[in-house]
């Protein structure tokens, strides 16, 4: 599917706004390769991954008449299913966030943040997922949502209902476990 297609798009959508099966499945197969890979990143394995991605395209499809045509399709897709994962996760109650008063020490300021992020550019996105994967659902979650998505912490600490400090201490052992995950698995990171 040509995403860049605005008019076959907008047909694709509205066939699937009014239930067309073909559409949907063409909108589906479109993007499963990239949803995939977002739930993946959330997941602790590809069955849950694949579980994650069916809920997250039902909602999809039952929201769908609601696109506006304002954005890019893809992106009101992966929104739907961030939101579908993280309730997921909260019923499931797999999610138990550190409490950031205890832990707020030695937390980076942002411009540290971007320079690690440009860092990490040179590991191949497989060992990253692979090691996303093992850390905590909190952790994950935190980790996914502000490196991966680019939420804020201010957006995180409201989807998530907890405060801003605890998206922030989350974020640093994140990426302290991500660290550490990888010089053991891999060696120096800068190898």
């Known amino acids: 599917m040509d995403f860049s297609n605005q008019d076959y798009v907008k047909l694709i959508v509205d066939g699937c706004a009014?239930?067309?099966?073909?559409?949907?499945?063409?909108?589906?197969?479109?993007?499963?390769?990239?949803?995939?890979?977002?739930c993946l990143r959330y997941a602790k394995d590809k069955d849950e991954a694949k579980d994650y991605l069916h809920d997250g395209f039902i909602k999809v499809f039952e929201k769908i008449k609601n696109f506006k045509h304002?954005?890019?399709?893809?992106?009101?897709?992966?929104?739907?299913?961030?939101?579908?994962?993280?309730?997921?996760?909260?019923?499931?109650?797999?999610v138990g966030f550190s409490d950031a008063e205890n832990s707020l020490v030695n937390?980076?300021?942002?411009?540290?943040?971007?320079?690690?992020?440009?860092?990490?550019?040179?590991?191949?996105?497989?060992?990253?997922?692979?090691?996303?994967q093992e850390l905590?659902?909190?952790?994950?979650?935190?980790?996914?949502?502000?490196?991966?998505?680019?939420?804020?912490?201010?957006?995180?600490?409201?989807?998530?209902?907890?405060?801003?400090g605890t998206s922030k201490s989350n974020l640093a052992k994140a990426k302290g476990r991500l660290k550490s995950m990888y010089i053991e698995k891999y060696g120096n990171i800068n190898e």
Request: proline residues 1%; contains cysteine.
């Open 136 to 164: 905590s659902p909190a952790y994950k979650t935190v980790f996914n949502l502000y490196v991966i998505e680019e939420y804020s912490h201010k957006e995180i600490a409201e989807m998530l209902n907890i405060s801003i």
């Open 18 to 38: 009014k239930g067309d099966r073909n559409c949907q499945q063409i909108l589906y197969k479109a993007t499963y390769g990239k949803m995939m890979g977002l």
């Open 70 to 94: 304002t954005g890019s399709v893809e992106g009101w897709i992966r929104r739907i299913i961030v939101n579908n994962i993280i309730d997921c996760l909260r019923k499931k109650n797999k």
């Open 107 to 132: 937390l980076t300021d942002d411009s540290e943040e971007d320079n690690e992020k440009m860092n990490m550019i040179n590991i191949s996105a497989g060992k990253i997922i692979e090691l996303i």
